[in-house]
C-alpha cells in the first residue's frame, strides 16, 4: 500500500491510513496485540497456541488475495526494507541491554503493531539518501539532454486522454521522423529522468514526454526539467481533484505547459473545451485550435461516422481551405480529439496528408483505454484506466452506440474531494439516460452514489447487480450475455480501493 501510494507524495498513504484505520488495526491486529500481552505475562504456551492460529489465518488470507498490482522490488524498496531491518535489529540491542528481554519484546512488538505508522518512519530516515539519488539521475539526464541539442521535446499534459494523445503521435510522427515517447505511464520528474537514461539516443528527433500532476506547480517543474517546444493539452476536467483543491487550480496547473513553451514554440488546444477557451493564456506562443463542434478553430472533424469497427471521419484545414478523409480502428469522439491534435502538430512537423492518412489508418489502440478486445465471445470495451467525469461520459457515449446487448461494469470515479458523490450521482443517471441493459457496480459503498443515481432515475435495479470484486463480474457478465453483447469496463480500481479493505 505504500508502493501504491506512491511512497507517501502528497501525504497519500496518510489519507489511505485515515481511510482504512478500522481493517488496519482491529481483527487479527487486535489479537496479535493481546497475544504480546501473554507473552509478557509469561503464559507461554496460550501465547503459542495464539500465535499459530494468527500465522495460520494470515497464510490463508494471503493464498485468497488476489493483487492487481503486486509489489514491485524496485531498488528504493529493497532501502526502505534494508532500513527497516537494520532499525529494528540496533532497536533490539538497546533495548536488551537497557531494560533485559521482556520489556524489550514488548516494546518491539508495540511497535510491529503499529507498523503501518513506523514505515513512515523509515521512509523519513531515508529521505536524505532518496534525494541524493535522484538528484544525481536528474543531473545525468539534463546532462544527456543537452548534448541532445538537435531533438526537439512534446509535452502532453491534460485531465484525460494523455497517454492515448502521446500513443497517437508517436505513431503519426515515427511515419517521418524517429521519435520516443515515454513509456506506460511514466508521466512523473522520475519517470521522465528514468526514460531519458535509459532509452533515448542521439538518433531521436523528437521526444514525446506524457506530463502528470496532482498539484499546482509540478507541470511547471517538469517543464523547466525538459524544456518543450511543442505542447498539447488534452481535455481539462476535475481529475485529482481532491489533491489540487479548485478547478481554478487545475486549469493553471496544465497551462503550465503552454506557458512554458519558447516565443517559437507551438501549444494544440481544443476549441470545444471551454475551460481552454476562456484561459487568459500568458505566453506569446503561436496556437493551433483543434475542434469537433466548434467550427471557428484552425483544424476541425467533420462527418463523422462511428461504428463497431472504427471511426471514419474528415478533417478540414482553415489555412489551406482544404479537407481531408481519415480512417481508424479507434473508438469514440474522445479518441477523435487525440488524434486531432496528432495530426495538427504532425502538419506543423511537415507530414504530408498521405503519410498523417497512412498513420491515423495504422494507429494501433492504447491498453485500457476505449480498447476493444474479446472475452469468449463477448466484446469488451476495455476503459479501466479512466477515472474522471468526462472520460466516463464519452465511455458510455461509445458504449450506447454499440449494436446487441449493452452492459457496463464500474467502481465509479475516485479522488473527487467535495465532489465525488455528486459526480458519480451524476454517473448513474447517465447510465439510466444511455439505457444500458445490464450494470454491475464492484464495491457497495464506493458506488453508493451511482447506485442512488440509478434508482432515483428510475432505472430497472434488477438489472443492478452490487458485487465486491470485479473478477466475480467477469463470471456474471458469462451468464447475462446474448448473442451479440457489449461490455463497457470502467474504472477498474487498484488495489489500494478495495471495499474489502473498508469492511
Not at 508517436?170 to 519517470?191: E, F, M, Q, R, W
Not at 542521439?202 to 498539484?215: L, P, Q, R, S, V
Request: hydrophobic share 40%.
Amino acid at each position: 500500500m505504500f508502493q501504491q501510494n506512491k511512497y507517501e507524495m502528497d501525504n497519500r498513504y496518510i489519507v489511505w491510513l485515515n481511510k482504512h484505520f478500522k481493517s488496519i488495526f482491529i481483527n487479527e491486529n487486535i489479537l496479535t496485540l493481546l497475544t504480546v500481552i501473554l507473552l509478557f505475562n509469561n503464559y507461554y504456551i496460550l501465547f503459542s497456541i495464539i500465535y499459530f492460529i494468527l500465522i495460520i489465518i494470515f497464510i490463508n488470507k494471503e493464498r485468497k488475495e488476489v493483487y492487481k498490482i503486486p509489489l514491485k522490488y524496485t531498488s528504493r524498496l529493497k532501502r526502505l526494507i534494508i532500513t527497516n531491518n537494520v532499525f529494528y535489529i540496533i532497536l533490539i540491542i538497546v533495548l536488551y541491554n537497557l531494560f533485559g528481554s521482556n520489556i524489550c519484546y514488548f516494546i518491539i512488538s508495540i511497535l510491529m503493531f503499529f507498523n503501518y505508522y513506523m514505515i513512515l518512519l523509515i521512509n523519513l530516515i531515508n529521505k536524505p539518501i532518496e534525494m541524493s539519488i535522484s538528484s544525481h539521475y536528474k543531473r545525468k539526464a539534463s546532462k544527456k539532454l543537452q548534448s541532445m541539442p538537435n531533438m526537439q521535446v512534446i509535452g502532453i499534459t491534460g485531465s484525460y486522454g494523455k497517454t492515448s494523445s502521446k500513443n497517437i503521435l508517436y505513431d503519426i510522427l515515427n511515419s517521418k521522423y524517429n521519435a520516443y515517447v515515454t513509456p506506460k505511464n511514466y508521466n512523473t520528474i522520475s519517470g521522465l529522468m528514468l526514460t531519458i537514461n535509459n532509452y533515448l539516443d542521439k538518433f531521436n528527433d523528437y521526444f514525446i514526454a506524457e506530463m502528470g500532476a496532482t498539484k499546482k506547480g509540478e507541470i511547471k517543474m517538469l517543464c523547466d526539467f525538459v524544456h518543450p517546444k511543442y505542447g498539447i493539452i488534452t481535455r481539462v476536467g476535475i481529475a485529482h481533484l481532491e489533491t489540487f483543491k479548485t478547478e481554478e487550480n487545475i486549469l493553471n496547473t496544465k497551462f503550465e505547459l503552454i506557458e512554458s513553451l519558447p516565443p517559437d514554440g507551438v501549444g494544440i488546444l481544443n476549441g470545444d473545451d471551454e475551460k481552454q477557451l476562456t484561459y487568459k493564456l500568458k505566453n506569446n506562443c503561436r496556437i493551433i485550435w483543434i475542434g469537433i463542434d466548434n467550427h471557428d478553430v484552425d483544424i476541425y472533424a467533420k462527418d463523422i461516422k462511428l461504428s463497431n469497427e472504427g471511426t471514419t471521419f474528415k478533417v478540414y484545414f482553415k489555412k489551406e481551405k482544404k479537407e481531408y478523409e481519415f480512417q481508424t480502428v479507434l473508438l469514440g469522439k474522445a479518441n477523435l480529439y487525440n488524434i486531432l491534435a496528432g495530426i495538427a502538430l504532425g502538419n506543423e512537423l511537415g507530414i504530408t496528408y498521405p503519410e498523417l492518412k497512412k498513420a491515423i489508418k495504422n494507429v494501433k489502440p492504447v491498453p485500457h483505454r476505449l480498447e476493444k478486445k474479446l472475452y469468449y465471445d463477448i466484446n469488451l470495451i476495455d476503459d479501466s484506466y479512466n477515472n474522471n467525469p468526462l472520460g466516463s461520459k464519452m465511455a458510455i457515449d461509445v458504449l450506447k452506440n454499440m449494436p446487441g446487448k449493452k452492459m457496463i461494469i464500474t467502481s465509479g470515479m475516485i479522488e473527487l474531494g467535495e465532489k465525488l458523490y455528486e459526480e458519480n450521482y451524476k454517473l448513474g443517471k447517465l447510465i439510466a439516460e444511455s439505457k444500458i441493459d445490464e450494470v454491475i457496480l464492484i464495491g457497495k459503498n464506493q458506488t453508493k452514489p451511482i447506485y442512488e443515481g440509478l434508482k432515483n432515475s428510475n432505472y430497472n435495479l434488477k438489472k443492478v447487480h452490487v458485487l465486491n470484486d470485479i473478477l466475480e463480474a467477469f463470471k456474471l457478465i458469462r451468464d447475462l450475455k446474448d448473442k451479440d453483447t457489449y461490455v463497457l469496463l470502467q474504472s477498474d480500481l487498484p488495489d489500494l480501493y478495495k471495499e474489502k479493505n473498508k469492511e
